[in-house]
């Protein structure tokens, strides 16, 4: 995962380079200059591999395992982790699994708890790699989260509990 066909398609595409002015306390190259950076966006190429990296299958749960993530972010306080953090998990376990079937409907739990897993394991190293650019670590500015990985480990242990504490609010 993700086909060839669609590595080529993806590739051929590009992607953008937007004017984004960087967070103050992650920028220390003076004032005068803080105008004229720019970033990549590969969102596009995301956009791409949500929906066509099941080879155009409707049926996948890979948005409703990203949404589920994203509502728990917001519902659980999780900062400094960020709806990116999560899309970038989503993309790496469609990696690790790569079949259709692996995100069917049936398996929306299996990979709600894999991603967990996986975020948790990411957190626990505090290196979690770009998805497009492999020597960038997503997590490098995190301070200290040791209450982000306890709020990640509940989940991981029994996620039914804490999905249910949201909905009864």
């Known amino acids: 995962w993700p086909s060839q066909q669609l590595v080529s398609q993806i590739c051929g595409q590009g992607c953008h380079i937007v004017a984004k002015q960087p967070k103050s306390a992650l920028y220390c190259g003076g004032e005068e200059n803080r105008k004229l950076l720019w970033r990549f966006s590969f969102s596009e190429a995301e956009k791409t591999l949500f929906r066509e ?14 949404r589920i993530l994203k509502a728990l972010r917001l519902d659980l306080n999780m900062g400094p982790l960020k709806s990116y953090h999560l899309k ?19 398996k929306l739990q299996d990979r709600f708890n894999s991603a967990i897993r996986r975020l948790l394991d ?13 020597s960038l670590n997503l997590f490098e500015s995190f301070g200290s989260c040791s209450q982000l990985i306890r709020t990640v480990e509940e ?3 029994n996620p039914g509990r804490k999905i249910e504490q949201i909905l009864s609010r």
Do not use: M, N
């Open 88 to 106: 970038t998990i989503i993309l790496y376990e469609c990696e690790t699994y790569p079949r259709h079937s692996d995100w069917s409907h049936d």
């Open 122 to 134: 990411c957190l626990g190293q505090r290196y979690c790699p770009h998805y497009f650019i492999k």
């Open 155 to 157: 989940l991981a242990i």
């Open 53 to 66: 990296g099941s080879q155009g299958q409707a049926s996948s749960c890979r948005k409703q395992v990203l």
